[in-house]
């Protein structure tokens, strides 16, 4: 078969298998009476065989010596192509992301456009200082994409410039929480602590519903916040973790806070104080789970908790015990004021 119809049938170019055969790679195996190149059928299958290889990325070098040496093994070659094929695709990400972040600002002309691109490196600077400036005080016109906000989020290490990022993405306007909320189906629990702590301070349905669905994930602390954040909000579900996060010490007094605050409402008063005093129960042995519990007691409005309080004032527990009296007397002197002020 003559060059031009391998060239035909293989979709390799006439010149592509000159080159070929000038590096040695597929040398035709024969000759017409004219000279002209003739392949046979073994010279059509080792070009597909370099074709083939070519397309996973391997260098003509690196195909001669795969089809020519007996004792090659080609894992330790595709496990380094895996490496490289990986890192272009971060390079590749990474341009990406910053060709969105710039999109993400409507940019007017270049100079608008430089001046985001600028903002980008600064926020990936591995100093931590840099990158907080660049928050705070960004170069003047420059509008800080809530998108590009939620994102540097997710993977900021340094709490500083976690607090700037959620100030700034809370003032941003526009939309980040689905890139928060992506973050919340993510393997590692930093980054699902970083999306429900931004989360926080967004406000909206969207926002909530996502918080809402926190109180299910596997992490103690995601839960904690998220239900804090939505206690705050007046979400009556998130009651039973927060209950849960005066238990287990975890963020107690900032539990113990938004529970008072809930209990306002007559309903959930009763279902709050019932859930309490459940746990007093169940944790009779337990001083410091009992102490926390007795703490709480003192945030329900107005003396919904007092009668409680007065029984802990003869606890078996002294810790309690004298815990209760305090709060028994603080709760009655403020009575006593409310009464002589009206």
């Known amino acids: 078969m003559l060059i031009g119809e391998v060239a035909r049938r293989s979709g390799v170019s006439a010149r592509m298998l000159r080159h070929y055969d000038a590096l040695g790679l597929v040398r035709p195996t024969g000759r017409t009476v004219g000279g002209y190149r003739e392949y046979g059928p073994e010279d059509i299958r080792r070009i597909f065989h370099v074709e083939g290889l070519r397309s996973l990325g391997l260098s003509l070098r690196q195909i001669g010596r795969a089809l020519d040496d007996p004792g090659f093994t080609p894992s330790a070659l595709v496990g380094d192509l895996i490496h490289k094929t990986e890192q272009r695709l971060n390079r590749e990400r990474e341009l990406l992301d910053r060709l969105r972040a710039v999109d993400a600002t409507g940019p007017s002309g270049w100079p608008d456009a430089l001046r985001t691109i600028e903002l980008l490196h600064k926020l990936r600077s591995r100093n931590s200082a840099r990158r907080q400036q660049a928050v705070l005080a960004p170069a003047e016109d420059v509008v800080m994409p809530a998108e590009l ?19 700034a993405l809370a003032r941003a306007g526009g939309d980040g929480v689905a890139i928060l909320e992506s973050g919340m189906g993510s393997d590692d629990v930093d980054v699902r602590l970083r999306a429900t702590l931004a989360l926080a301070e967004l406000p909206g349905d969207d926002t909530t519903a996502v918080l809402t669905d926190a109180l299910e994930d596997a992490d103690p602390t995601v839960r904690r916040r998220a239900a804090l954040a939505l206690g705050a909000r007046g979400v009556t579900r998130a009651v039973p973790e927060l209950v849960g996060s005066v238990v287990e010490g975890g963020n107690d007094v900032e539990a113990a806070e938004v529970l008072g605050t809930l209990a306002r409402g007559v309903k959930w008063a009763e279902r709050i104080m019932n859930a309490l005093v459940d746990e007093l129960t169940a944790h009779a042995a337990d001083s410091a789970v009992r102490i926390r519990l007795t703490q709480a007691l003192a945030e329900m409005p107005g003396t919904i908790a007092l009668n409680l309080l007065r029984e802990l004032v003869h606890d078996g527990d002294r810790s309690v015990a004298l815990l209760a009296a305090a709060l028994v007397e603080m709760l009655e002197e403020r009575s006593d004021e409310g009464l002589a002020s009206e």
């Open 149 to 167: 906000l939620a994102e540097a989020i997710l993977t900021e290490s340094d709490l500083n410039v976690a607090g700037a990022l959620r100030w």
